[in-house]
């Protein structure tokens, strides 16, 4: 009876993984492999890392804190802020992309002469890295020969340069901006692929009941947009609550703590101050409330899609 488990074994785990089974994850072991090692593992550790007080300026003392590092980032003023920062650029960011989105897609869904054009110079914003787009910004908002300084005083907005970026008021507007800039074209691809699988015949029938432009907007396009403006905001939301690049490119934190948002703040506590535990507790902080964020606007949505 003993001897034959494992052939019963050997012969249920057959059954169970065939041969285009065992090939399959033959071919993919590699990838999972290098994946666990490059994705999987800096993750585990970071977390692992949120519950000592390493700090680089003293290695040889990391004591294990349990959940300190949160706590003390909880009862932080400067969290707080930069937590408020984020949620502004945010909202007025992901407004901005939605919006603009909507109206590109609308354009780009009619008929006429050099739409293939224009759909081609939508992409070059998004083609463009994040690094570069930073420092083009950077450029135009120069107070010394800046673009928008020169454009502003040609127009006569302006009666001399000023100092965009020195601005605490202007700050977050300014380098949400760069950021609705680069990320308007794949919101628009978004919502316009969702726009053009919206069945034609509606159209006709409304036109058929005499309901006007804006009705036929109203009433047949925004309610089928639905689908794409839940991809837009979840992947926009996303990114605006991590972004770091433009933030370091353009203003570095400021003026003063005028642009300290959340990400800034990661890099602040571990790279500056070199407080590597309280930056992991800090990014995963970050983590939870963008997920938890993803899943309340797939709920919420999803009910009304």
Known sequence: MTKLLPARL????????????????????????????????????????????????????????????????????????SVGRTVYFSVLSVTAIAI?????????????RGRRILSAILLIP?????????????WI?????????????QLGFI???????GDADKTI???????????VPLATILILVTMKSIPADLYRAAKVDGANVLQRFVHI?????KPGFALVAIYETMMAIRHFDLFFILTEGGPGEASHVSAWHVYAETFRNLSFGTGSAL???????????AYLIIRTLGRRI
Do not use: C, H, Q
């Not at 396009?221 to 947009?225: A, D, F, G, N, Y």
């Open 10 to 81: 050997a012969d249920a785990l057959a059954r169970r993984f065939n041969y285009d089974t065992r090939s399959a994850m033959l071919f993919i072991a590699p990838v999972m492999a290098v994946l666990a090692v490059v994705a999987v593992f800096p993750i585990a550790y970071s977390f692992y890392l949120s519950f000592f007080k390493l700090k680089l300026t003293r290695p040889n003392r990391v004591p294990f804190v349990w959940f300190d590092n949160y706590i003390d980032l909880l009862s932080d003023g400067l969290f707080w802020s």
């Open 100 to 112: 603009l989105a909507m109206l590109i897609a609308l354009l780009l869904n009619e008929t006429f």
């Open 126 to 138: 998004w083609a463009i890295p994040t690094v570069a787009n930073g420092l083009m910004w950077k």
């Open 141 to 153: 908002y120069d107070s010394g020969y800046g673009a928008l300084n020169g454009l502003l005083l």
């Open 159 to 165: 009666d001399k340069y000023l100092i965009w970026l």
């Open 173 to 183: 507007p300014l380098i949400a901006n760069a950021f609705v800039w680069k990320e």
């Open 221 to 225: 396009t925004l309610p089928s947009l």
């Open 283 to 293: 990014a995963y902080m970050m983590a939870i409330v963008t997920f938890a964020l």
